[in-house]
């Protein structure tokens, strides 16, 4: 079984500059998450989709963040403008439904903003 | 506001003896509990989960013990390997997963 992929890995952007990111689920699962980690912290919630509607965004910094899911699979997050405190690693997770099901982690995307 | 808390940063164990790792929690709405490893540059990795109705459980050489009126979970790790060196996230839910800071696990040869 195929696990979640991301894309790209890394990336490194001037303050300003936008950016986006690309997740593929395991097929099937119904639940997917984008999460930022910061250095020495653990995964933060920033959105998470069931099917391609919203389950909860109240961590997600709508100013400058959006991310879609459209046909309830793929799904991208966009940062525009990206700041200094932007820099982080990106996380996507799926999971086959809502509530007490595992997820299952992407390698993340490793953003670094100068 | 942290949640779910990790108090130790690292912890190191030798071979073949038990490995004990620590979290707490603060809001007593969590019905689920979870452990991740976490190897350098790759995602977390699911380890082992409880539910709030029960108090322990087991999978191998991990157990994961649930002290509710504590708000206390922890990770029992017996015998440990080398292989087990990474950092481990506990994580809670309600309708919404919230994780600690991670605990480095280093298992001495």
């Known amino acids: 079984e195929a696990g979640v992929a991301q894309s790209p890995r890394y990336k490194i952007i001037e303050k300003r500059q936008s950016v986006a990111f690309w997740c593929n689920p395991i097929?099937?699962?119904?639940?997917l998450y984008w999460y930022q980690q910061i250095l020495g912290q653990g995964p933060k919630l920033l959105i998470q989709?069931?099917?391609?509607?919203?389950?909860?965004d109240s961590q997600l910094p709508k100013d400058r963040f959006s991310a879609e899911r459209l046909k309830g699979v793929d799904s991208t997050l966009k940062i525009q403008p990206a700041k200094l405190e932007d820099s982080a690693v990106y996380l996507c997770?799926?999971?086959f439904g809502l509530g007490a099901y595992e997820q299952y982690f992407g390698p993340g995307t490793r953003l670094t903003v100068t | 506001d942290q949640q779910v808390k990790q108090n130790s940063p690292s912890l190191s164990v030798q071979e073949g003896r038990i490995s004990i790792l620590n979290c707490d929690y603060t809001n007593s709405m969590f019905d689920y509990f979870l452990w991740y490893k976490k190897y350098p540059a790759e995602g977390p990795t699911f380890l082992i989960s409880i539910s709030s109705i029960k108090d322990k459980n087991e999978d191998g050489r991990f157990t994961v013990f649930l002290n509710k009126s504590a708000k206390h979970l922890s990770l029992h790790i017996v015998p440990s390997q080398p292989g087990d060196s990474a950092v481990y996230f506990c994580?809670?839910?309600?309708?919404?997963?919230?994780f600690g800071t991670g605990t480095s696990l280093t298992v001495i040869p």
């Open positions: 989709f069931q099917n391609n509607g919203v389950v909860d």
């Open positions: 994580a809670a839910s309600s309708n919404q997963f919230y």
């Open positions: 097929s099937g699962h119904a639940t």
């Open positions: 997770a799926s999971s």
